[in-house]
Nanobody, 110 residues
Framework: QVQLVESGGGLVQAGGSLRLTCRRS????????MAWYRQAPGKEREFVAMIPGSGTTIHADAVKGRFTISKGDDGTLYLQMNNLKVEDTAVYYC?????WGQGTQVTVAS
């Protein structure tokens, strides 16, 4: 089974940027669709962005214009997050459908 490991989270001031990375345990380039979700304290996990095997990326309205999902040729998934807001504070998870990573904490300070 594919294992996913996120990294790149941390503490940043509002208006700042972070880039999250999700690495796959398999060496073969991933052709599946992949996505980012996030879960804030006391809230349900919510969709952030997805990149299909082919086609156009999709971003949630809350992050559209600020976050960009992309994927490298080796299947590594990225989430570039710009103009971060306090409400973006959450644990961010990547998934390819069946597999989920352990999450990486993003904290945005005012």
């Amino acid at each position: 089974q594919v294992q996913l490991v996120e990294s790149g989270g941390g503490l940043v001031q509002a208006g700042g940027s972070l880039r999250l990375t999700c690495r796959r345990s398999t060496r073969l380039p991933g052709r599946e669709g992949m996505a980012w979700y996030r879960q804030a304290p006391g809230k349900e996990r919510e969709f952030v962005a997805m990149i299909p095997g082919s086609g156009t990326t999709i971003h949630a309205d809350a992050v559209k214009g600020r976050f960009t999902i992309s994927k490298g040729d080796d299947g590594t998934l990225y989430l570039q997050m710009n103009n971060l807001k306090v409400e973006d504070t959450a644990v961010y998870y990547c998934t390819d459908g069946p597999a989920w990573g352990q999450g990486t904490q993003v904290t945005v300070a005012s």
